[in-house]
């Protein structure tokens, strides 16, 4: 079992930035963020694989979102820039100890969810 405590969530006004972060109570192989705006599913925006810290960005947010990590610490964040109302939304932290699995943008693929934190971006 792993435990994921996030942070860093709040109201901020379009084209300013935010940063997230979230740390696990033990080393796992991939940490990411999913996110869930009211009245629609879970969307998959930004993973980090441990092992030559390979990312991944749904296109969505890639150029304006950046994901980071401190392996010693077990810690991911989540430098997001330029937000937009589009990115209003409940944040995840997601991890997954499994290896050699071929993960996409489903839910299913991550075994350890976060509580999620509120991201709200208005003028």
């Known amino acids: 079992q792993v435990n994921l405590v996030e942070s860093g969530g709040g109201l901020v006004h379009p084209g300013d930035s935010l940063t997230l972060s979230c740390t696990a109570s033990r080393r796992t192989s991939v940490m990411g963020w999913f996110r869930q705006a009211p009245g629609k599913d879970r969307e998959f925006v930004a993973r980090?694989?441990?092992?030559?810290?390979?990312?991944t960005y749904a296109r969505s947010v890639k150029g304006r979102f950046t994901i980071s990590g401190d392996n010693a610490d077990n810690t991911v964040y989540l430098q997001m820039n330029r937000l937009n109302s589009e990115d209003t939304a409940v944040y995840y932290c997601?991890?997954?100890?499994?290896?050699?699995?071929?993960?996409?943008?489903?839910?299913?693929?991550?075994?350890?969810w976060g509580q999620g934190t509120q991201v709200t971006v208005s003028s």
């Open positions: 980090l694989e441990w092992e030559g810290t390979s990312r």
């Open positions: 997601v991890a997954d100890g499994r290896r050699n699995v071929q993960r996409g943008v489903m839910p299913f693929g991550y075994q350890y």
